[in-house]
């Protein structure tokens, strides 16, 4: 007994979340039994828990069902951090180890990941946000990016002054490209003559890079940008909010991606408040997160399955937190175009090859 309990012991003190490590408790890995005996975790992708977007929103999710449950974080829910690629399977397997019941993949970067270690552990369920898994014990997280990213480009369109506006993305991918596709078209729709200057960083967690394009853009005459970068999205906020230190007066904007980033756009100057975030495509990792969270706690977890989010369930959205800036007219003609997504009249693109056919039939 004892030795049980030094055992015991030691394990606890090597949990938590700054290291990437968890130390779970489940017994039954189809979370069949009491909330007491469930538990969960996330690998985050190399954005990091304090992304400001993507990872954050799903700890938050993770978090809100832990705390709504009862559970005990280090214990029953966490996450591992990871600083690059090569830590993905490695905080797989260890939250394996650990006996998690569900542990998800934040992110299309944990893909093989994630189909590799699921493969080679058929009594643990996984979950992949953001792609899709073919495997028994996994299921598939997916959202419709490019009908929020649709309504941010409507917003754009009718708030930019310059007629120029951006698109800032992280890795030049395919599920990138659905937030590309989506935003050029609603502004596209709104009015063709807008010019949309589109760049890629090459990386999610690159902040100066974000900096340094954002830097160009704005002083090629852009006065709104859309990021769809992480991490690298932080650098975008700090160019725009440098330049409304320089100028309170500029017209400058950025609109926030995945969760609402309002409080990333705030600067006050000479003891005024500005916020230089127009809006955000809300993509609710959280809310997915939370319900797959306690379907698999309470023995529905879907197994095998494709779960998809769109602006039907509200799994995508636009924020209107700054309502300065959002004006009736604009939030108006969101809603409206809303509304024709909805019920099927407007058909958004989600490829390049797409995105060229809509814009040929405007």
């Not at 310059?162 to 698109?167: C, D, I, L």
Request: charged letters at 25%; hydrophobic letters at 40%; one cysteine or more.
């Amino acid at each position: 007994m004892a030795m049980l309990l030094s055992v015991a012991l030691i394990l606890a003190a090597c949990g938590g979340t700054t290291d990437g490590e968890g130390s779970g408790n489940g017994n039954d890995n189809n979370g069949n039994d009491n909330n007491g005996d469930f538990s969960v975790a996330m690998v985050t992708d190399v954005g990091g828990i304090d992304d400001k977007s993507f990872n954050q929103s799903a700890w938050e999710g993770l978090t809100a069902f832990g705390e709504e449950n009862g559970l005990e974080q280090g214990t029953h829910y966490d996450y591992a951090q990871s600083e690059g690629a090569a830590d993905y399977k490695t905080n797989l397997n260890r939250l394996v180890r650990q006996d998690f019941n569900l542990i998800y993949g934040i992110g299309f970067l944990l893909a093989d990941s994630i189909d590799e270690v699921a493969s080679q552990n058929p009594d643990t369920n996984f979950a992949i946000v953001d792609s899709v898994v073919e495997q028994d014990n996994v299921a598939s997280i997916t959202f419709s990016e490019h009908q929020g990213s649709f309504l941010t480009g409507v917003a754009a369109a009718l708030k930019t002054k310059t007629n120029k506006v951006g698109f800032i993305g992280g890795i030049d991918f395919d599920l990138i490209n659905k937030f590309e596709a989506g935003f050029v078209a609603g502004v596209k729709s709104v009015n063709p003559d807008i010019d949309v200057e589109v760049k890629y960083a090459g990386a999610f967690d690159d902040a100066s890079k974000g900096k340094v394009i954002a830097s160009s853009m704005y002083n090629n005459g852009v006065d709104i940008i859309y990021h769809a970068a992480g991490g690298t999205g932080n650098g975008v906020f700090s160019e725009a909010k440098d330049r409304k230190n320089n100028n309170p007066d500029a017209d400058i904007w950025v609109i926030g991606v995945d969760k609402d980033q309002h409080e990333e756009g705030s600067i006050t100057v000479n003891g005024t408040e500005y916020n230089v975030t127009l809006t955000s495509m809300l993509k609710r990792v959280d809310v997915a997160v939370k319900d797959l969270s306690e379907r698999a706690m309470n023995g529905d977890f879907p197994a095998g399955e494709i779960l998809s989010y769109g602006l039907d369930d509200n799994g995508v959205g636009v924020a209107n937190t700054n309502k300065e800036a959002m004006s009736e007219e604009i939030l108006a003609a969101v809603e409206d175009w809303k509304e024709k997504i909805i019920h099927g009249d407007v058909e958004v693109p989600s490829t390049h090859d797409e995105l060229d056919q809509f814009l040929n039939d405007l």
